[in-house]
């Protein structure tokens, strides 16, 4: 039976409607190519297998044919791909299970393929982002979140800027044409720091004459 764990969404990637007057400016998720390359370095476990695979054909060739030397190192070829396939597994599990939002009042990162968790970050906690691109498009932007507010690495990720433990760093992980929604971020943000807040307040002002009931 074809089950959807996100059927309960009021909108997708949000856990609730959004107040009225916010609007959403995009809504994206990482590319699982992208993902699997840059976060999971799938690149660099083929390259250490491949070249575990060539030293240990030289060593045996030394006392064998090249033939069979090669077919001797063949194991560190197929488990070499058995570890690609299970990264290009996970890649594909998380960006199937990532829903980042970017509305005109913060950036909302669902997350977690396994533990799905909702992540939201209202511009005035934001006080810059970076951008980090690739030639294919595809892009990280992280954002440096203001105040005290700690997130944890391991919860976060892949969804973190690489290296930044000290300071966590959320990040939209290797998102298409990451360029654009970072223009988009940056001018949602710059526009709702220019816009004032209104609060109410029940205390009396003075001078102002309250009909009698």
């Given at each position: 039976?074809?089950?959807?764990?996100?059927?309960?969404?009021?909108?997708?990637?949000?856990?609730?409607?959004?107040?009225?007057?916010?609007?959403?400016?995009?809504?994206g998720a990482p590319s699982a190519r992208?993902?699997?390359?840059?976060?999971?370095?799938?690149?660099?476990?083929?390259?250490?297998?491949?070249?575990?695979?060539?030293?240990?054909?030289?060593?045996?060739?030394?006392?064998?044919?090249?033939?069979?030397?090669?077919?001797?190192?063949?194991?560190?070829?197929?488990?070499?791909?058995?570890?690609?396939?299970?990264?290009?597994?996970?890649?594909?599990?998380?960006?199937?299970?990532?829903?980042?939002?970017?509305?005109?009042?913060?950036?909302?990162?669902?997350?977690?393929?396994?533990?799905?968790?909702?992540?939201?970050?209202?511009?005035?906690?934001?006080?810059?982002?970076?951008?980090?691109?690739?030639?294919?498009?595809?892009?990280?932007?992280?954002?440096?979140?203001?105040?005290?507010?700690?997130?944890?690495?391991?919860?976060?990720?892949?969804?973190?800027?690489?290296?930044?433990?000290?300071?966590?760093?959320?990040?939209?992980?290797?998102?298409?044409?990451?360029?654009?929604?970072?223009?988009?971020?940056?001018?949602?943000?710059?526009?709702?720091?220019?816009?004032?807040?209104?609060?109410?307040?029940?205390?009396?002002?003075?001078?102002?004459?309250?009909?009698?009931?």
């Amino acid at each position: 039976m074809d089950h959807d764990d996100f059927e309960q969404e009021p909108i997708r990637g949000l856990p609730e409607m959004l107040p009225e007057g916010e609007r959403i400016l995009w809504q994206g998720a990482p590319s699982a190519r992208a993902l699997a390359r840059d976060a999971l370095r799938l690149r660099w476990v083929a390259g250490y297998f491949a070249l575990f695979f060539a030293w240990n054909t030289v060593v045996l060739a030394a006392g064998m044919s090249w033939g069979r030397a090669a077919a001797e190192s063949s194991f560190y070829l197929v488990l070499g791909a058995g570890c690609c396939a299970l990264l290009g597994a996970i890649a594909w599990a998380q960006a199937r299970a990532t829903v980042y939002t970017v509305t005109d009042r913060r950036v909302i990162m669902r997350i977690g393929a396994a533990l799905t968790m909702t992540l939201q970050f209202p511009y005035k906690w934001v006080g810059s982002a970076d951008l980090v691109t690739r030639s294919d498009g595809t892009g990280t932007i992280a954002l440096r979140t203001l105040g005290e507010t700690r997130f944890s690495y391991l919860l976060l990720w892949p969804h973190a800027r690489p290296w930044r433990f000290a300071r966590t760093q959320p990040a939209l992980r290797c998102i298409p044409e990451a360029a654009k929604v970072a223009r988009l971020i940056a001018e949602a943000a710059g526009a709702a720091r220019t816009v004032p807040v209104i609060e109410r307040d029940a205390r009396p002002v003075p001078g102002l004459a309250v009909p009698a009931e």
